[in-house]
T-cell receptor, first 113, second 113 residues
Framework: AQSVTQPDIHITVSEGASLELRCNYS??????LFWYVQSPGQGLQLLLK??????LVQGIKGFEAEFKRSQSSFNLRKPSVHWSDAAEYFC???????????FGAGTILRVKS | DSGVTQTPKHLITATGQRVTLRCSPR?????VYWYQQSLDQGLQFLIQ???????AKGNILERFSAQQFPDLHSELNLSSLELGDSALYFC????????????FGPGTRLTVL
């Protein structure tokens, strides 16, 4: 069965600093990987996805993520964080043949000025 | 705005009651997914419908049921409500029946008193 681990429940970074949110997945075959962001009181917005091909994927709002099969990781990065990036971030994995997404527990990002 | 709409936004009810949550997918999307987000369980997949037919089931209780209508909107019915059913219920939609990026609605917050 698929599973996702986001080891950091909370992360605080200064505005303008770089960001890396960690995500490790467990899945036997090639996974489909996603990062979603949830602002307070809002639904989930897709930041980026990896299905195949180039292991470095670019998303919206200046985010990128790198798929590393050997480490079963799909970490999210941003070179310079803005105060508006404060939100909760979810990593998710899906099977290439399946239907559902399995989500990690989420990482709450706080941005300090 | 993802294009997925959910009503109502908030619902407060009592234990033992029954409620219906409604979801309209993005124009052109045939798949509808329901997820439950709670503090203790995180984001959990409940059920998927594709073009009116049930396609996948997750951790959905027997007290819960769903359906998708010919106009592709979907309803999630929750009955014999318990305090532990209090959660945020999300609907998502995608174009196909197999895994693809899912677009999430704003959610319905259910409070059971």
């Amino acid at each position: 069965a698929q599973s996702v681990t986001q080891p950091d429940i909370h992360i605080t970074v200064s505005e303008g600093a770089s960001l890396e949110l960690r995500c490790n997945y467990s899945y036997g075959a090639t996974p489909y990987l996603f990062w979603y962001v949830q602002s307070p009181g809002q639904g989930l917005q897709l930041l980026l996805k990896y299905f195949s091909g180039d292991t470095l994927v670019q998303g919206i709002k200046g985010f990128e993520a790198e798929f590393k099969r050997s480490q079963s990781s799909f970490n999210l990065r941003k070179p310079s964080v803005h105060w508006s990036d404060a939100a909760e971030y979810f990593c998710a994995v899906g099977a290439s043949y399946g239907n559902k997404l399995v989500f990690g527990a989420g990482t709450i990002l706080r941005v300090k000025s | 705005d993802s294009g997925v709409t959910q009503t109502p936004k908030h619902l407060i009810t009592a234990t033992g009651q029954r409620v219906t949550l409604r979801c309209s997918p993005r124009s052109g999307d045939l798949s509808v997914y329901w997820y439950q987000q709670s503090l203790d369980q995180g984001l959990q997949f409940l059920i998927q419908y594709y073009n009116g037919e049930e396609r996948a089931k997750g951790n959905i209780l027997e007290r819960f049921s769903a359906q998708q209508f010919p106009d592709l909107h979907s309803e999630l019915n929750l009955s014999s409500l318990e305090l532990g059913d209090s959660a945020l219920y999300f609907c998502a939609s995608s174009v196909t029946s197999v895994l693809n990026e899912q677009f999430f609605g704003p959610g319905t917050r259910l409070t059971v008193l």
